[in-house]
């Protein structure tokens, strides 16, 4: 409904070449809820039904850490990007 | 060798609010301090509604108000009850020029203002670092592990925020569950301050804040929130993360729809985005608190839960619950006593301070809260809007009757019982807050 793509575009990232967010894959595919796919602020994750595999959009991520604590199965790998990296609110 | 060399008095984890509040503290008073931030700077990574609060403010920075990035003094607090389109809003006005409450700020120049200050004091600022772990050896914290080295001090501070991977990882705070916290999106939206001032009915450099109840969010556990900036109107809500995942919403989506609500959409009109951003608001007050100390640990501000959610207030939680981790670090570094029973002064001053008399006064609010929450939250929001709505028509129908037909409406909409778990609600609310 609302236009996610305008509103993260105005956030100021330096992405990491790696996810600090390590979803279990073994864990993902017996999950109901999915519930990162739906509760996340930026829209990281999405769910591949093909591949049966979360897609981890990591560079996008506000890290306010909803997904840690909503994830089903406790199962996510989570973890601050390093120092340099990751999201730089200006405004805040 | 090396850890020689990396060893200082206190390290301080978290250059927000309560770690600059904390760290500043300890370098006032002569002792060694490392303050770690792992954002590009101060306030880089946080995000909150807002405004600080002044005289709390002043306790740490008793001057701020003359060289701090101060956006607006809030004048007025207006609280929204908004229903589906209509609303009722209540508004506190107070313009004296020497009783400023609270002001808007934007976290990231605030902040980063707060940790010069801090460096100017003797704080040792290191950005851009993120600790990984603390290093514990017989039973005490005595250092950090960052990405690249490792720092050892005879005390480590946690002020790391809500996430406070760090008091999970020694045991002092278990897992939150989402009922603990309020997923929050907020957008800071720019417009010119000629049309803020009209449209907040505002003078230069005055603000307005808004707090406002139901609308997209009726029957929800969520608050929407509006704060004037210089040039720019930072406009959110903040759900409690169990209830959009039980009913599966997009916060994002929420916040489109409040700012469509025709009591919110002419204040933001034409408004260009600047910045989205969202942030974990720890709410499970007084009972979700963690234990607060450990043997050469403390820990403060959002990682301790610190957070009145009936009054807003957060910031100023930081930075007090700061100040005193810091007074308690000097206290135990001048006798060199860093075990569990030195530092539980810290909890000791939290208690005889109002940071945990207000959380125990507001300890079954959250509770009181989620088991009637469409309740307070939905029908009752809605009533008051359709008291309005009856009280304001006029169509002929005898003032008495319409009167009546409002008040038999609380006993067909639902039944008595209900009516009844509401009543006796709200009494065992008020009797926690106001007596024990």
């Not at chain 2, 607090?77 to 229903?83: D, N, T, V």
Request: proline share 3%; charged share 30%; aromatic share 10%.
């Amino acid at each position: 409904m609302s236009n996610l793509e305008d509103k993260l575009y105005t956030v100021k990232y330096t992405p990491d070449s790696e996810s600090h967010l390590r979803p279990v894959d073994e864990c993902c595919r017996v999950c109901k809820s999915k519930v990162c796919t739906k509760i996340c602020p930026a829209g990281v994750y999405e769910w591949d039904e093909d591949k049966k595999k979360l897609i981890v959009n990591y560079e996008n991520c506000l890290e306010c850490g909803a997904c840690r604590i909503a994830c089903e199965s406790s199962s996510l790998g989570w973890e601050y990007p390093k120092g340099n990296k990751g999201v730089t609110f200006k405004q805040g | 060798m090396e850890r020689e060399e990396n060893k200082i008095d206190v390290i301080v984890v978290g250059g927000g609010p309560a770690g600059i509040s904390c760290a500043i503290t300890i370098a006032r008073a002569g002792k060694e301090v490392v303050l770690i931030e792992r954002g590009k700077f101060s306030g880089s990574k946080n995000v909150f509604g807002g405004a600080i609060y002044a005289k709390p403010t002043r306790e740490i920075f008793p001057d701020f108000e003359k060289s701090a990035p101060i956006e607006r003094k809030t004048v007025e607090h207006k609280y929204a009850i908004l229903g589906e389109e209509d609303a009722t809003v209540v508004s506190y006005k107070n313009k004296k020029e020497e009783d400023a409450v609270s002001y808007s700020v934007i976290r990231g120049k605030f902040d980063k203002w707060m940790a010069e200050e801090a460096k100017k004091e003797g704080v040792y600022l290191v950005e851009e670092t993120v600790v990984r772990e603390l290093i514990v050896e017989d039973g005490y914290v005595k250092g950090v592990r960052t990405e690249l080295e490792d720092y050892f001090s005879d005390i480590v501070i946690l002020a790391d925020g809500v996430n406070s991977l760090l008091a999970k990882q020694i045991g002092l705070r278990g897992e939150l569950s989402p009922e603990d916290v309020a997923l929050s999106v907020k957008e800071v939206i720019k417009l010119s301050p000629e049309l803020i001032n009209e449209r907040f009915h505002v003078n230069n450099d005055e603000g307005c804040i808004y707090q406002i109840f139901g609308g997209p969010m009726l029957g929800m556990l969520g608050l929407g929130f509006m704060y004037t900036n210089k040039d720019s109107v930072s406009i959110g809500l903040g759900v409690t993360l169990s209830e959009l995942i039980e009913k599966e919403i997009r916060p994002y989506d929420l916040l489109e729809n409040l700012k469509k609500h025709p009591e919110i959409a002419p204040l933001v009109k034409d408004g260009e985005l600047a910045e989205y951003s969202a942030h974990l608001i720890p709410e499970g007050g007084f009972k979700k608190v963690p234990i607060l100390f450990g043997a050469g640990v403390m820990v403060c501000g959002d990682a301790a839960m610190f957070v009145n959610n009936l009054h807003w207030e957060g910031t100023n939680l930081a930075m007090i619950s700061g100040k005193i981790a810091g007074e308690t670090a000097v206290v135990a570094l001048g006798k060199g006593d860093f075990s569990e029973h030195a530092l539980s002064r810290y909890q000791e001053e939290l208690e005889n301070s109002f940071i945990m008399k207000d959380l125990r006064t507001y300890k079954d609010l959250m509770s009181g809260i989620q088991s009637r929450t469409s309740e307070f939250l939905g029908y009752y929001p809605k009533k008051i809007n359709s008291f309005f709505e009856m009280f304001t028509t006029t169509d002929s129908i005898p003032k008495r009757q319409k009167y009546w037909d409002f008040i038999k409406s609380f006993f067909t909409d639902r039944s008595l019982s209900e009516i009844f778990k509401d009543f006796w609600a709200v009494v065992k609310l008020l009797w926690s807050i106001l007596v024990r």
